[in-house]
């Protein structure tokens, strides 16, 4: 009998979910080349279905339309999932900061009182529900005070409209001035074999306090499943077609590290991205780690990573392979 899938508390908060998370971004179509919807709520209902819980978008992913999609696909399944979502990136008032064009739409940093109040309803339209579980403010607005806004946020959670509270993309002061105002439940951050820097800077921070933290982009975009070809092409607005990551000599050494690991994978009959997941897991002071699917076999795959439990000895197995082939990409 395969072991259960791992869960975790969410910070203090009293919420259990899933370690490993599905994380929506890819869904909403934007920066990936387009989506094909249909498939993508059939990688939903197959994560639920395989027993992961947490469930990560943002209304900037698509404008909108990964959370409706997330929300269409949970429909019935409401009690079955643990819903993150952001605010702080809006297209609706013009104020803060502007930060990209979506698809032409201008896209703003605003973390304002007014714009979390708007943000939050839109959401729980758009997810079909009446609350959110972890409420996330998704990049840092300069122009308003963190003390606004996470008054803002505790209103909404005396309201019973959000159950916890995260930040993300967040620096040392911001997440020191998140602690010093209200309790943080949790943090969301780049971090992978990558993506490390978060291990000196956050990390000593979180543990001490009781913040959980959520790892994006925890497989690289898909580099780390040793399923990008050298010869791949990345079609529309694939932001992977022009980040320096994807070259192919990059590409090889991930294929490099791949097949080192593949032994190791085999031993425990799992795949070489349920292994990175795993090992991400491992990480002290990492509690969840999102992982994207746009299908239901890529979904079933990262679920799987759930089940896995790794000895010291794969984790040094591992951690070898990634210091030999990985360390030369940037």
């Given amino acids: 009998m395969s072991p259960e899938v791992l869960t975790r508390e969410i910070g203090r908060s009293g919420i259990t979910a899933s370690a490993v998370g599905l994380g929506t971004w890819a869904i909403g179509g934007w920066m990936w080349g387009g989506t094909d919807e249909a498939a993508s709520i059939r990688a939903i209902e197959a994560s639920i279905d395989a027993g992961i819980s947490l469930i990560d978008t943002a209304p900037a992913y698509g404008l909108g339309r990964s959370e409706e999609l997330v929300g269409q696909a949970i429909s019935g399944k409401r009690d079955k999932v643990v819903i993150a979502t952001k605010c702080g990136l809006n297209w609706h008032s013009g104020k803060g900061n502007k930060f990209f064009e979506e698809d032409g739409t201008p896209v703003h940093r605003y973390l304002g009182a007014d714009g979390i109040a708007h943000e939050v309803e839109q ?35 005396q309201q019973g409209k ?27 951050e780049r971090y992978s074999m990558l993506d490390r820097d978060i291990e000196q800077t956050l990390l000593p921070m979180t543990k001490p306090a009781g913040v959980s933290t959520l790892s994006y982009s925890s497989l690289a975009l898909g580099l780390l499943t040793g399923k ?66 746009r299908d239901p076999a890529q979904a079933l795959d990262n679920a799987g990573a759930a089940r896995l439990r790794l000895a010291p000895a794969d984790l040094a197995q591992i951690e070898a392979a990634r210091a030999t082939h990985l360390a030369a990409i940037p």
């Fill in 123 to 157: 959401s729980l339209k758009r997810l079909g529900t009446d609350h959110i579980d972890l409420y996330i403010t998704h990049w840092q607005d300069p122009t308003t005070p963190i003390a606004e806004t996470m008054e803002a946020l505790l209103r909404l959670k």
């Fill in 162 to 188: 959000i159950r916890a509270i995260g930040a993300s993309n967040v620096t040392s002061d911001d997440l020191a001035a998140y602690l010093e105002i209200g309790h943080l439940d949790a943090i969301q």
């Fill in 228 to 293: 990008v070809s050298t010869t791949r092409k990345f079609e529309g607005d694939d932001q992977r077609g022009t980040d320096p990551r994807f070259s192919a000599e990059n590409r090889q050494h991930a294929a490099s590290f791949a097949q080192a690991i593949l032994p190791l994978a085999d031993q425990h009959n799992a795949s070489v991205a349920q292994l990175v997941i795993a090992w991400t897991l491992a990480q002290p002071g990492i509690t969840f780690a999102l992982c994207g699917a």
